[in-house]
Nanobody, 127 residues
């Protein structure tokens, strides 16, 4: 059974930092793009960042560029999202996702093109 499990969410003040993790099990994703999405209340799930299979290529949404950093450790089957300079508009449930196709780049930004999802972790940024 394939599982993606996010952790690290919480409540933080504006300007603060949080680090999210996503641990995969049940299969290896070392040949696949891994991504983070987020969904705020009443809004569509939106793309945040993606990283290629070896971590050599990274892509960010404009809204988080320069503040968020995605990384991965294939030996640990884990992908990370370091979030700095957080803003209230970053408040959302953050989801980890894996592209089922191997070696596909540029990354898909459409949520419907990802087959594997975590359960999500809440990030709340207070003003």
């Amino acid at each position: 059974q394939v599982q993606l499990v996010e952790s690290g969410g919480g409540l933080v003040q504006a300007g603060g930092s949080l680090s999210l993790s996503c641990a995969a099990s049940g299969r290896t994703f070392s040949r696949n793009v891994m991504a983070w999405f987020r969904q705020a209340p009443g809004k569509e799930r939106e793309f945040v960042a993606a990283i290629s299979w070896r971590g050599s290529n990274i892509y960010y949404a404009d809204s988080v560029k320069g503040r968020f950093t995605i990384s991965r450790d294939n030996a640990k089957q884990t992908v990370y999202l370091q979030m700095n300079s957080l803003k209230p508009e970053d408040t959302a449930v953050y989801y980890c996702a894996a592209d089922s196709a191997a070696y596909r780049w540029p990354p898909r930004q459409n949520k419907y093109e990802y087959d594997y999802w975590g359960q999500g972790t809440q990030v709340t940024v207070s003003s």
